[in-house]
């Protein structure tokens, strides 16, 4: 494994950690400038600075209790200062005013650039697919 | 834009180009093996083999008369032999059965590699998404 991609996968355990303590700046920390971010939540493409922590933070107080994230399936494609990753994330979380949490497996893409000699997330895409059954449901039920 | 941008543009454009020909075979030239798919549809991520034209043909014969695809807001990002895409697309057809067409804008990312001197699609993420109202239906009727 090059440095390049131990660094990568750093960047990407750290997102995780991050999510598990609550911690909104820890958890924009690893966003670029001007990053392309599709959302699980819409519109198609978030509007504002993904380095804004606000938004998380109202994201987060839609939670109570502990949060958990895991990254499994990740793959690392890595070239001078460009990098794309793939997972599958699993995201453990109660919402306020429920008893019982949710497990939501979904789908990541990350796309990463070495800006100022550090990776940053420059693209992020977040997602579940839909049923193609007429009912136009989110498949929140799927698991690896 | 160096010529590995314009190589990569013309291959989004050609598969957008393979959809509206309803060309199966040319809707799966462009990918690599061991390609990562998540599809608009279910699983998380799609089994077998992306460059097998037969899924793909087995999906176009589900809509009748013409397809049309547009490719929005193209970003490319591209060092030595690994790049990435995103974009929001829009996908119109007509259900077998059905009068009335659709439009249907997603967002795209794609990751690539060079493969035997030519640019391959490594990864495909394709999505829309989902109320989170607690309806949970996936948002079918975005537009840019």
């Not at 960047?11 to 001007?34: C, H, I, S």
């Not at 939670?63 to 453990?92: H, I, K, Q, Y």
């Not at 650039?113 to 550090?118: A, I, K, P, T, V």
């Amino acid at each position: 494994m090059t440095l390049d991609e131990i660094q990568i996968r750093r960047l990407v355990e750290e997102k995780a950690a991050a999510l598990r303590a609550r911690d909104p700046k820890a958890m924009v920390a690893g966003y670029g400038p001007d990053a392309v971010v599709f959302n699980l939540a819409p519109p198609l493409r978030q509007p504002g600075d993904a380095r804004d922590p606000g938004p998380i933070e109202q994201w987060l107080s839609t939670f109570e209790g502990p949060m958990d994230a895991e990254v499994r399936d990740l793959t690392v494609a890595v070239a001078g200062d460009v990098a794309f990753c793939t997972s599958l994330n699993r995201l453990t979380a109660t919402p306020r005013g429920r008893t019982e949490s949710f497990d939501l497996w979904h789908r990541v893409t990350l796309g990463l650039r070495r800006l100022d000699g550090r990776w940053q997330i420059v693209h992020e895409h977040e997602s579940v697919p839909f049923e193609m059954d007429g009912s136009f449901q989110a498949s929140i039920s799927l698991a690896p």
